[in-house]
């Protein structure tokens, strides 16, 4: 149909389309499962590892956008979302409109604290400081990078109203910027999001000192996060047609369902390695891997030695040995193992340092002898007993840390 002489011309329109129930469906099912690891998170970090970080306050936020966004997008798809401009009554057109511009900005908020998330967690197991200052440095990269994004969203327009009233005259920037802007976004997406799956953490875990097990878990679940990047590229060809046509609202349903599932399977990947300890008690492992009759230096999990004798109490015995070799200086590997152990791995039951209750002999909760009491180490302070440091010679100095942990063999109350 032809536009009329000196009017505006009409709308798209093909009945025959409806994206909406399709944008429903894939949205919901990957924020549903999104929503699923985030409790049996928050269950595993209050109930059974009893230690919240920083990475766990920026998620909540994450989820608390994703549901947020999930909430907007069904809005629009009940005014409109994914169908042809013409075929939407006038009266729901620019509730929908204005719906799908507010769910852009709330997922590109989202997908940042995400990798904010992602980023706290992996500074927490840093071996080297090199390491927590490139982690840094990205974190706010991004966010800074989120913030300019924002702006763009909101300033492209010289009346942001026009991008959901017909009646406004529509003065924004030109498509090719509009595009530029979307392939750069797209682009430092990828970056960081292989960035926090793998060029991170693959050499930052590969010579931490945890147990083989341990690492390739937290491998596999941060390699998840290679799934938000084929999320990313899956948008790129959506938006080489958006908005040509100004059929906002069909032109956008594509790249909705891919922008949900790139934010909520970065929040399933950052997820799972806090659900380790969950997974060992429902599997009914223990919590650390030892033996159910520990003999004289044998060695445990994660550089623990056991020691002791088997009546009255038996004693943990923590061993690391560091060597700085010329003037590189000490790296803190062993906080970063303790962070693994306290969030990831072992974790405690918020009993005095030094002196963990462990019921049963397979159940092993152990802190190691270089934590610290209001931010000064325990050697400083003179409390540690079994803390000894010792010259390697020369090119090195060589630390041996013990640490005595006292068994009650007693089962728990209730």
């Known amino acids: 149909m032809s536009a009329p002489e000196g009017g505006p011309a009409p709308l798209p329109s093909n009945p025959d389309d409806n994206a909406g129930p399709l944008i429903l469906a894939a949205t919901l099912i990957v924020t549903t499962a999104a929503l699923i690891t985030y409790i049996a998170r928050v269950y595993a970090r209050i109930f059974v590892v009893r230690n919240a970080g920083l990475d ?3 998620m909540t936020l994450a989820i608390g956008l994703a549901i947020s966004g999930q909430g907007v997008i069904w809005g629009s798809i009940a005014n409109g979302a994914g169908k042809h401009m013409g075929d939407v009554p006038p009266e729901q ?3 929908g409109l204005k719906l799908n511009f507010v769910s852009q900005a709330i997922y590109l908020v989202a997908l940042c604290v995400v990798k904010l998330s992602v980023g ?3 500074a927490r197991v840093a071996v080297l400081p090199i390491y927590r200052r490139i982690i840094l440095g990205l974190m706010t990269f991004m966010t800074l990078w989120t913030i300019t994004c924002l702006c763009t969203l909101v300033l492209q327009c010289t009346d942001i109203r026009a991008m959901w009233t017909p009646s406004i005259p529509m003065q924004c920037w030109s498509e090719d910027t509009l595009h530029g802007l979307s392939y750069s976004n797209v682009a430092i997406s990828l970056f960081t999001d292989l960035s926090f799956a793998l060029f991170i953490p693959v050499p930052m875990l590969w010579h931490l000192n945890v147990n083989r097990r341990t690492r390739l878990s937290l491998f596999g679940a941060l390699g ?5 990047c084929a999320a ?3 948008k790129i060809p959506s938006l080489v047609n958006y908005g040509k046509t100004g059929d906002w609202l069909w032109d956008s349903r594509d790249i909705s369902i891919w922008t949900v599932v790139e934010c909520n399977t970065g929040i399933v990947a950052a997820n799972l390695p806090a659900l380790r300890p969950l997974f060992r008690r429902l599997l009914g492992a223990s919590s650390a891997g030892g033996s159910s009759h520990p003999h004289q230096n044998s060695r445990g999990p994660s550089g623990y030695y056991w020691r002791g004798k088997s009546t009255g109490g038996t004693t943990l015995n923590s061993k690391r040995d560091k060597t700085n070799k010329g003037n ?4 803190d590997e062993s906080s970063s193992v303790r962070a693994i152990n306290e969030s990831y791995e072992l974790g405690h039951r918020n009993l005095p340092p030094h002196e963990v209750r462990v019921y049963g002999s397979n159940n092993v909760e152990a802190m190691s002898s270089d934590d610290t009491i209001g931010g000064t180490p325990q050697a400083e302070k003179g409390q540690e007993k079994g803390n000894e440091n010792r010259n390697a010679g020369p090119g090195g100095i060589t630390m041996t840390m013990e640490t005595s942990v006292r068994f009650d063999t007693a089962s728990p109350s209730p």
Request: charged content about 15%.
């Open 328 to 331: 590189d200086g000490l790296d």
């Open 232 to 234: 990313a590229f899956a």
């Open 93 to 95: 057109l620019g509730i």
């Open 224 to 228: 998840l996060g290679t799934f938000a």
């Open 56 to 58: 766990d306050y920026f």
């Open 120 to 122: 706290a967690m992996l």
